[in-house]
Nanobody, 116 residues
Framework: QVQLVESGGGLVQAGGSLRLSCAAS??????MGWFRQAPGKEREFVAA????????DYADSVKGRFTISRDNAKNTEYLQMNSLKPDDTAVYYC???????????WGQGTQVTVSS
């Protein structure tokens, strides 16, 4: 049974940092990513990474501030979020699949709240 479990969310002031983790089990996931959904908005893409970590992709809104990475030995991906803004407030979801863009599995989400 595939499980993706996020952790690391919380409340932070604008300009601060958080590091999200997503622990995966029950399979091998060549592509992993992060999405977010703010209240009243649709879920949006944040970042993605391939198996080796040689290819990453970011939404324009987070480029230069967020960094996605993964540790395949631990079956875990990370999202380092720096220079956080109130607009980054959302529930952040981990996603996994065999190909970037074909997301088959989702975590339950972790809340990130950035206060001004």
């Amino acid at each position: 049974q595939v499980q993706l479990v996020e952790s690391g969310g919380g409340l932070v002031q604008a300009g601060g940092s958080l590091r999200l983790s997503c622990a995966a089990s029950g399979g091998t996931f060549y592509a992993m990513g992060w999405f977010r959904q703010a209240p009243g908005k649709e879920r949006e893409f944040v970042a993605a990474i391939n198996w080796s970590g040689s290819s990453t992709d970011y939404a324009d809104s987070v480029k230069g501030r967020f960094t996605i990475s993964r540790d395949n030995a631990k079956n875990t991906e990370y999202l380092q979020m720096n220079s956080l803004k109130p607009d980054d407030t959302a529930v952040y979801y981990c996603a996994a699949g065999q190909v970037v863009g074909a997301w088959k599995y989702w975590g339950q989400g972790t809340q990130v709240t950035v206060s001004s």
